[in-house]
């Protein structure tokens, strides 16, 4: 198989580039990241309703642009790679994907559009108080039919869950809150009972949040598909979240390489550029093979995700398995390198240093990934 970005999606990732290289600098993403919202709301436009990004894995049907996922995991390479403080990933990789797995024909022209045009952020709450990715128990239980369901319960680590218009809520029946299969219910931001709080996290670019829902009332329409669509609708929904996310992490893992081989070109130790000493040169050619290598991966799974579904849990794991790895270790040599510097508050790489590991134990760590691809090939 020959895998090449056509001309067309080459022109959508420099299209990307450009807007990110001058409204998402490091500058701008320490402002951002400062304010309680967590991003620009104009930048948040200018990728919504001016270029369109925001639409392109939603079909024209809901108003999209009717692209695929080799195309948005393009852009999510530029994303990391500027390390944006957007609510794009919340919004795009991970609602519109749950609407597009669960949601019925009526649900989606409903919601989709305004998630196309840029209009509705979105957030996806699944994860207990516990924080672990594969509890059987989301922290929300409901009850109720036809006439409506109450909501009950705690989700934590929601992205961008404190600034959401929609917030996609898994919950578990109350009769059976462990066991019990989970359903995913449309909840607006303003509903109430909802309450929203943002958390303390060492990522400061990617703000998440407490979601605490307290005998919430919810018409039948809010059933995101029906209650058996929930489980196969959150795996679909997670797995092409993890292939986003291997993509962010490969643009993440660039962009320290190059602030590391720039680096070593101007710093002068001993009368010599440092990335002349061999044990420069030896970090830099590993930091090199572990991000060709993770782009191997996380290309690989876009591909799948757009056209070869059976295979998308095993790529998906890969891809973030080995993309996590890589960004975490390059992110961590790039602070090595630059030495003391590198470690202080004014310098870029803690930040990506940051975003590595918050994303390394997002939707599961490595090793959970691996445990996940040994049970799919029967080890």
Request: a negative charge.
């Amino acid at each position: 198989m020959h895998f090449a970005f056509t001309e067309e999606q080459e022109e959508l990732r420099r299209s990307a580039r450009r807007l990110l290289e001058t409204a998402s600098s490091t500058r701008d993403v320490r402002a951002a990241m400062a304010t309680s919202r967590g991003f620009d709301v104009d930048l948040w436009r200018r990728l919504g309703e001016e270029l369109g990004f925001t639409s392109l894995a939603i079909p024209e049907a809901y108003g999209g642009a009717g692209l695929g996922f080799v195309e948005l995991a393009a852009v999510m390479e530029e994303m990391g790679r500027a390390l944006l403080c957007a609510p794009f990933f919340s919004t795009v990789c991970l609602g519109a994907s749950t609407v597009l797995a669960a949601g019925t024909e009526e649900q989606k022209r409903e919601i989709l559009p305004g998630i196309a045009g840029g209009r509705t952020t979105a957030a996806l709450a699944f994860t207990p108080p516990s924080g672990k990715w594969d509890a059987p128990g989301t922290g929300v239980t409901y009850e109720g039919g036809a006439s409506g369901y109450e909501l009950s319960g705690t989700s934590a680590f929601v992205i961008d869950g404190h600034t959401a218009d929609l917030i996609l809520v898994v919950a578990r029946p109350r009769s059976a809150p462990l066991g019990g299969p989970p359903a995913i219910f449309i909840v607006p931001a303003a509903t109430p009972g909802l309450e929203r709080r943002a958390l303390t996290t060492m990522d400061m670019t990617r703000k998440q949040s407490e979601v605490t829902l307290q005998r919430v009332r919810v018409p039948a329409s809010a059933l995101l598909g029906g209650a058996d669509r929930g489980a196969p609708a959150l795996a679909r929904a997670l797995d092409l979240a993890r292939v986003a996310l291997s993509a962010e992490q490969v643009g993440g893992a660039q962009r320290c390489l190059d602030m590391s081989v720039d680096y070593a070109k101007t710093r002068v130790q001993f009368g010599r550029p440092i990335g002349s000493f061999q044990a420069i040169k030896h970090k830099l050619a590993d930091m090199f093979v572990e991000v060709e290598s993770a782009r191997s991966a996380s290309y690989y799974a876009a591909w799948v995700a757009a056209h070869q579904e059976e295979e998308l849990p095993s790529a998906a794991a890969t891809a973030k398995a080995y993309c996590s790895d890589a960004y975490f270790r390059v992110a961590a040599e790039t602070i090595q390198i630059h030495g003391g510097v590198g470690f202080t508050w004014e310098h870029d790489a803690h930040l990506f240093f940051k975003r590595a590991k918050s994303s390394e134990t997002l939707f599961g760590d490595a090793a959970f990934h691996r445990a996940v691809v040994a049970q799919q090939m029967g080890l």
